[in-house]
């Protein structure tokens, strides 16, 4: 059934990937108000595309900020499911410039690898799924679900609109599950079912002593230190093996079950200390390095600052110090009552002499995870593996995608995180890449995912 479908994208290979290029060649940076209409540009080229794929009906949704890509395709029949695919057409800003080796709105193919802002995170991954539509209308005259596409623009500046907009016209985004291509494998050629999601929070602790940087000499021995201050307040949260010592931080964590452990450990994953560049690894006491990343909440000191820190020696006690610390999150921890177990542990571990301020992060969700043996995903990894021609592991993941939190809280629906990026793929950096065995091989997956629904 599906032969047809995969000659088509083998056939058009070549003019899909001019028009995938066409795309990434667009300067869709969501966080430069110099590029708003670049931006633009990316909302239209998918509208037109969209358009020309036959979808019954588009829309550019306006927010205060980026526009969102809305268009429905209702003719696969009143038995077939509704699904809605989310993506995000905005991408990372490209500094520092001096180092890409080719232009990044220059798309390029080297070494099997098509160089190019956003052509793994996300637009390549969304041109994906749209060519495979597009495959499916030219050959089959219809598509064997019915779909709601969403795609924003505002993904990389942590999607500002989009939550309200979801929520404003939850009836024309629903549906019956969810699919997101804005994920990857745990290695190249490797299929990846990616079956949870940490959740986040994060606060900024600032200490603030004199009100002026002061002499050392002069004062040192009268006057608390804000740095010495910010470091035995952070001391004080995570001990040397790893381990949160924030009262009530692990109250609510699920236990991490044997069957788990064992699914985790089938994962061969990445060499850490090796992709890292650090000496070892450091992980929670009791836990091995992937299951602590995978499915244990973590607590990280993102930035001090505070005091001198040019070249020589400037002998102040400065005036003020802060930090930044996120925690990522595991299912049963609420992201809102974490904040507050932090700001409860800062303030009783502030010293005296100096005024400690803690500053909530707006931006939290909460973890997601779906059972590995759902139907949605059991097509999933079953599609993976003969695109592949290997056996699927199921991995959770240490980021997060608040996006699938909202999509969960508001409509209620499975999502299936139908990822095809790899480690190596530099997102957010220069050089930012996209392997074209995963560009065919992941199309593949697409047209066997999607014949999985048609009626027979």
Not at 108 to 135: C, H, I, N, P, T
Not at 230 to 237: G, N, R
Request: with cysteine; net charge negative; glycine share 8%.
């Amino acid at each position: 059934m599906s032969d047809q479908v995969l000659n088509y994208l083998t056939e058009n290979r070549d003019r899909l990937l001019n028009k995938l290029k066409e795309f990434l060649a667009i300067q869709s940076i969501s966080t430069d108000s110099l590029h708003k209409s670049d931006v633009r540009q990316a909302a239209d080229f998918l509208y037109a595309y969209l358009e020309n794929i036959g979808f019954d009906q588009m829309e550019i949704i306006e927010t205060p900020g980026h526009p969102l890509v809305f268009a429905e395709y209702n003719q696969a029949g009143k038995n077939a499911p509704t699904v809605l695919f989310y993506g995000h057409y905005d991408v990372q800003p490209v500094d520092p410039i001096e180092e890409w080796k080719s232009d990044p709105f220059s798309p390029e193919v080297r070494d099997g690898r098509l160089y190019a802002r956003g052509s793994s995170d996300d637009k390549g991954q969304v041109f994906m799924q749209l060519a495979v539509f597009e495959a499916y209308m030219k050959t089959k005259g219809k598509i064997p679900v019915n779909v709601k596409v969403c795609i924003e623009g505002e993904e990389e500046i942590g999607s500002e609109h989009l939550y309200q907009t979801l929520y404003d016209k939850k009836d024309i985004f629903e549906a019956d599950f969810a699919v997101i291509s804005d994920s990857g494998m745990v290695a190249k050629n490797q299929p990846t079912i990616l079956y949870g999601l940490k959740g986040f929070t994060g606060i900024e602790i600032r200490v603030d002593g004199p009100d002026h940087d002061l002499h050392s000499g002069m004062y040192g021995g009268a006057i608390r230190n804000p740095n010495m201050a910010l470091a035995h307040i952070l001391a004080s949260m995570k001990n040397m093996d790893e381990v949160v010592t924030v009262d009530g931080f692990y109250d609510d964590v699920e236990p991490l079950s044997d069957a788990e452990r064992k699914l985790i450990e089938t994962v061969a994953g990445e060499d850490y200390a090796q992709a890292t560049g650090a000496p070892s690894t450091a992980s929670e006491k009791g836990y091995t390095a992937k299951e602590h990343t995978m499915a244990r909440p973590t607590f990280e000191v993102n930035g001090m600052y505070g005091g001198y820190q040019g070249e020589g020696t400037k002998t102040i006690i400065p005036a003020s110090a802060t930090a930044k610390i996120t925690c990522r999150l595991v299912p049963g921890q609420d992201p809102i009552k974490v904040q507050q177990l932090l700001k409860a542990h800062v303030d009783k571990a502030a010293p005296s002499g100096v005024k400690v301020t803690v500053k909530k992060e707006k931006l939290s969700a909460n973890a997601y995870k779906v059972e590995p043996d759902h139907p949605l995903i059991k097509k999933a990894a079953e599609s993976y593996t003969k695109a592949f021609g290997k056996e699927t592991v199921y991995v959770r993941m240490g980021g997060s995608i608040p996006v699938v939190e909202w999509i969960e809280g508001l409509y209620h629906i499975p999502i299936v995180l139908l990822g095809f990026g790899t480690p190596e793929d530099r997102l957010h950096s220069p050089n930012e890449s996209f392997p074209l065995d995963s560009y065919d091989k992941g199309m593949e997956t697409l047209v066997y995912y999607w014949e999985t629904f048609t009626e027979n």
